[in-house]
């Protein structure tokens, strides 16, 4: 059974920051990636980014290129998102989320979900 836990959401005002941490616990793959999304009321869960166990390949969305982070700290078998020059638009519940693949976009290739952290983004 693989747990993972989420945590580092809150209140923040635009253009600040905060680091989001994923703790993974159980049996995770020795392989695959550790991907976050979020989802804002009335819309659909989207990709944010990935990072790979091993091999650090990173993944970012778009929306968040040069302004969020992902890192990984694989003794600790936790992953991290630091997102700077925060906006109005990432106010959304952040969710980690494991896959057996390398790069993956669609929410539906990930296996186990953590129970998400909010992130409000106050003006």
């Known amino acids: 059974q693989v747990q993972l836990v989420e945590s580092g959401g809150g209140l923040v005002q635009a253009g600040g920051s905060l680091r989001l941490s994923c703790a993974a616990s159980?049996?995770?793959?020795?392989?695959?990636?550790v991907g976050w999304f979020r989802q804002a009321p009335g819309k659909e869960r989207e990709f944010v980014a990935s990072?790979?166990?091993?091999?650090?390949?990173?993944n970012y969305a778009d929306s968040v290129k040069g302004r969020f982070t992902i890192s990984r700290d694989n003794a600790k078998n936790t992953v991290y998102l630091q997102m700077n020059g925060l906006q109005l638009e990432d106010a959304a519940v952040y969710y980690c989320?494991?896959?057996?693949?390398?790069?993956?976009?669609?929410?539906?290739?990930?296996?186990?979900w953590g129970q998400g952290t909010q992130v409000t983004v106050s003006s």
């Open positions: 989320a494991l896959t057996r693949w390398s790069i993956a976009t669609m929410s539906s290739r990930y296996d186990y």
């Open positions: 159980g049996r995770t793959f020795s392989s695959g990636a």
């Open positions: 990072i790979t166990w091993s091999g650090g390949t990173l």
